[in-house]
């Protein structure tokens, strides 16, 4: 008995063996090694291996790593918000107003603008919000503006509006898949049942919707984090995010201990702030079960 | 006849389920045997083990006499018909049925002659290039079988090669096979749910519950002398009634029979021996007697509580006084025979050859 | 059905702001003016013939492509070896083990540079070179890899590999004969997807580039001069229809082998 389960568990590990070293080697070593970092210190050319806090310290108690955190924080949480609100009737349209037979269709139309360079794709936003740009030119044209608008760029309006772009697909699918598993025929017992339409949104399609809802936010929300060519390209000097700060002191200001301090931080606000998220998840579960019934 | 595979106390489990407990058997050649039981019984894992799909826990599997221990599926001397026939996908019905003749040194000519002839066994004349995409379910199990008879094995297994068609055609091939088997006079070994299905194709039947072969008999022997309650619920239907029984004269039994009576039966009518705690009878080992003229070995009074009309066939649900539950009793709907109505009183005859005795 | 009206109106709002730098990329690499803004001078391909021109981006287009080329090629039979064990055995670890070779999808790839650079670099001195940036490319586009050939093992029933063995093959000729011709369009779609993301990957690129920028490093680099953005325009036109082209191809090539396995289609790689 323990032969056979030995001889398949060791088949399947060895065959993943060599991604897991690779994944092993590239990932959760180095992850290790800037988690060690973060506890040394840079001299100049050398580095100095005895371990401290001071990169923490520095990193919470100067203002302008802490303003950069909570920033990107405060941007990724906006553009999350942003992009699912903007998602959701997107989804939920696909997966209710269009015949099953153009579905797919759509859902490659909704994707076609991502495939053009990332880099080009955020630079044309600029293109698009600048003082001469496209929507102020075309705005100006139309007699509505007489002076062009200057709120929407170099700013973290900019910041946002680039960024719900970019990560529209990301949270209108997952948000599509869910709407897509929902039995209709409950939304048709719902209606038997003498519910309104409105009624029957709030208490059966959304509350189902809700694990894409969340997993949209989680897809949208981590990455964002991280972004550093938005910033640096619409953010300007008010819109710049923590990556631009982790990008100067790994290639610019040689402080890589400090970077790395930098990034540790960012992926634990990125951990605490799902956990958050994953609480609530629960608490709506929770609330769903025992008041609205829904679930049940 | 001398045994094509000798099963000895084979065991086999999937980590903490043991899916066969030591189940022993001969498999004769050129007998055509079905293994028959409810799904999770243990009976494709067994196929599966004779195969050389799963490694032994315990025990021999002997094919031919030699041991099969550490012998690869490619080695062995069988070959098998898959529950979803796997055709390959990407080759046509010539390339599927010639694949097992990919190692064999053999002419073009020679392989091409093969695949047309076993092409032709199985009724699919001229099917060389098809796409397997094309074929109907019943033309999947066709190539799956002209497939595996090309390297003429000492056994052929297949994996409820049936379940997947609908009933017309599943009936169609199940003579179809039965005379294919007759023809190339290999041994099949058939893994089937279907009690029907087992009795109508197979020379000898091993039905199987949890993990062990329960019974080991031609179909004949298995519905008439079924060896438990569990053998006679499975194949067929049969109407349980609590009874004692005491012996007799040598080789007889006394059993008595609430509702029914004393009955003296034969030994052989009782795999349980004096032990036994109720007595089992078919519902068409009962007849209804429509009129005064007709008698019976024996008879019992009745009173008809609901008809299930089948066609062919009614099942009349019999109350009889002093016995619990209503007794089954089935009828040929024959021309001309009297109509029953619910609530008719009327006599159940019937014999004691026809009961069994069982714990 | 009045909100039916202003859920359609939305969408079609919606699909505007979508499509808005897409529409604009081609306007104005055909547009014969020398800034990027309304109105539009007039129809031309001189920065296309411009882009002919500069030798530095056709070596950065050339780097581009051998680091894409490679980084599929690697990714893809990482990912075939990950994927062919999630599909067909259950191992100790198993949750744990694919957990850590999917975290590059959900990990912003900020933290992939800096971790990569921090080791790469500073840990083991190395040089940058190509080769860094393949190592960082292969560890992102490995989860791709992984989401697209799963699909396409878990349509392979495993009885037609069991069949082949049966009728006398061994494993090997059996993955060869019948395993891989079934999933190769998984492969080849595999192959496609990551070589995309590669060409169009920048942070990883900018971290770790030596001396032979990378066709992002090296768009990234002209974007601060506005003479060069026309160009960049064309370029940048060019790269669409490329991508779209690949990604036809890799979504033909992943419904052909659905269709050929008989599965029924469950959604795009998407």
Same mark, same amino acid.
């Given at each position: ?15 993943? !063996?060599?991604?897991?070293?690779? @994944? ?8 290790? @090694?800037?988690?060690?970092? !973060? ?32 920033? !990107? ?17 997107? @989804? ?122 969340? @997993? ?81 | ?8 106390? #084979? ?81 046509? #019905? ?96 058939? #893994? ?64 008595? #029979? ?102 | ?16 702001? =979508? ?7 081609? =306007? ?27 030798? /530095? ?55 992939? /540079? ?30 791709? &890899? ?80 506005? /003479? ?5 325009? /064309? ?7 490329? &991508? ?27």
């Amino acid at each position: 008995m323990k032969k056979i389960m030995n001889s398949e568990g060791a088949n399947g590990l060895l065959l993943v !063996s060599p991604t897991l070293l690779y @994944a092993f080697l590239l990932l959760a070593v180095p992850i290790a @090694a800037v988690v060690t970092f !973060s506890f040394w210190t840079q001299n100049y050319l050398d580095l100095d291996t005895t371990f401290t806090l001071d990169n923490y310290r520095a990193a919470t108690e100067e203002p302008i790593y802490r303003i950069l955190l909570f920033r !990107s924080l405060n941007i990724s949480a906006i553009v999350t918000f942003v992009t699912v609100i903007l998602a959701f009737p997107i @989804a939920y349209y696909i997966s209710f107003f269009v015949p099953q037979n153009k579905k797919a269709r759509w859902i490659f139309l909704i994707t076609v603008p991502f495939w053009t360079s990332y880099l080009l794709r955020i630079f044309l936003w600029k293109v698009i919000l600048g003082y001469n740009g496209v929507l102020n030119s075309g705005l100006k044209g139309l007699g509505l503006i007489e002076q062009p608008l200057t709120f929407i760029l170099y700013n973290m309006n900019a910041v946002v509006i680039t960024l719900a772009h970019a990560w529209a697909p990301f949270a209108i699918l997952p948000i599509y898949v869910v709407l897509e598993k929902i039995d209709r025929s409950l939304l048709v017992a719902s209606y038997d049942l003498g519910e309104s339409r409105i009624i029957t949104f709030l208490r059966v399609t959304l509350p189902l919707a809700f694990p894409g809802i969340v @997993a949209a936010a989680v897809i949208v929300f981590i990455p964002t984090i991280g972004d550093y060519v938005t910033p640096k390209l619409v953010g300007g000097p008010s819109g710049l995010m923590i990556s631009n700060m982790i990008q100067l002191q790994f290639l610019k200001a040689n402080n890589a201990p400090l970077g790395a301090t930098l990034a540790i931080l960012a992926m634990i606000s990125v951990v605490l702030t799902l956990a958050i998220l994953w609480l609530f998840g629960k608490f709506f579960g929770w609330i769903n079960r025992n008041y609205l019934g829904i679930l049940r | 006849m001398k045994p094509i595979i000798d099963l000895i106390n #084979v065991d086999k489990s999937f980590g903490d389920v043991k899916a066969l407990k030591g189940v022993s058997a001969q498999i004769m050649e050129g007998e055509f045997f079905s293994l028959l039981g409810p799904s999770g019984c243990g009976k494709t894992t067994l196929l599966r083990t004779i195969a050389g799909f799963e490694d032994l826990t315990g025990g021999v599997v002997l094919i031919d006499g030699k041991d099969m221990e550490g012998v690869l599926p490619n080695n062995r001397p069988a070959n098998m018909v898959f529950q979803s026939y796997a055709i390959f996908p990407h080759l046509n #019905v010539g390339e599927n049925v010639a694949f097992g003749l990919r190692r064999k040194q053999l002419s073009l000519s020679e392989k091409s002659e093969k695949v047309k002839e076993a092409l032709d066994m199985v009724g699919l004349e001229g099917y060389e290039n098809r796409a397997a995409h094309t074929l109907s379910g019943g033309q999947r199990q066709r190539v799956a079988l002209a497939r595996a008879l090309i390297l003429r094995p000492r056994v052929l297994l297949l994996d409820e090669p049936l379940s997947a068609l609908d009933k017309k055609l599943r009936e169609q091939m199940q003579t179809e096979l039965r005379r294919l088997q007759r023809q190339v006079g290999i041994t099949f070994i058939l #893994v089937t749910h279907d009690q029907e299905e087992a009795l109508i194709m197979s020379d000898r039947i091993a039905v199987m519950f949890d993990g062990q072969i329960a019974q080991l008999d031609s179909p004949f022997d298995l519905y008439t002398r079924p060896k438990n309650r569990e053998v006679a619920n499975f194949i067929g239907i049969m109407n349980f009634l609590p009874g004692s029984a005491s012996q007799a004269k040598k080789g007889f039994l006394d059993v008595t #029979v609430p509702g029914l009576g004393e009955i003296t039966i034969s030994e052989d009518q009782a795999p349980a021996g004096v032990n036994g705690t109720q007595v089992g009878i078919r519902p068409e080992m009962l007849t209804i007697l429509l009129d005064a003229e007709q008698t019976s070995d024996r008879e019992t009074p009745g009173k008809v509580l609901e008809i299930d009309y089948y066609g062919d066939m009614s099942y009349y649900s019999v109350a009889v006084e002093g016995v619990t539950d209503p007794l089954s009793v089935s009828m040929r709907n024959t021309a001309g025979r009297k109509a029953l109505n619910k609530d008719d009183k009327i006599r159940i005859g019937w014999s004691s050859e026809s009961l069994i005795l069982l714990d | 059905m009045k909100s039916g009206k202003l859920l359609t109106s939305f969408v079609w709002l919606y699909l505007i702001f =979508l499509y808005l730098p897409v529409i604009l990329l081609p =306007l104005f690499a055909f547009n014969t003016g020398k800034i990027i803004a309304f109105p539009l001078k007039g129809f031309g391909f001189q920065w296309f013939y411009e882009l002919a021109k500069i030798e /530095a981006l056709h070596t950065a287009v050339f780097t581009s492509l051998k680091i894409a080329i490679i980084t599929s090629i690697l990714a893809t039979t990482l990912g075939m070896f990950a994927s062919r064990a999630a599909t067909r055995f259950s191992f100790p670890g198993k949750g744990p083990i694919m957990g850590l070779i999917m975290v590059p999808l959900v990990l912003p790839e900020i933290i992939v /540079a800096v971790s990569l650079i921090v080791v790469l670099i500073k840990v083991l001195g190395l040089g940058l070179s190509i080769w860094t940036i393949i190592l960082g490319h292969v560890l992102i586009c490995v989860p791709f &890899s992984i989401a697209i050939l799963n699909g396409a093992f878990r349509s392979l029933d495993k009885s037609l590999e069991e069949a082949s063995i049966d009728l006398g093959e061994t494993k090997w000729s059996t993955f060869r004969l019948i395993t891989l011709p079934l999933v190769m369009p998984g492969i080849i779609s595999s192959l496609l997807i990551s070589f995309v993301i590669s060409l169009d990957e920048f942070i990883i690129a900018f971290f770790l580039t030596g001396s032979e920028p990378t066709l992002s490093v090296y768009i990234w680099g002209m974007l601060r001069f506005p /003479a060069r953005i026309p160009a960049v325009m /064309a370029l940048g036109t060019i790269m669409l229809v490329v &991508s779209l082209l690949l990604l036809t191809a890799s979504e033909y090539f992943r419904r052909r082998g659905l269709k050929r396995t008989g599965v029924q289609d469950t959604g795009g790689f998407v």
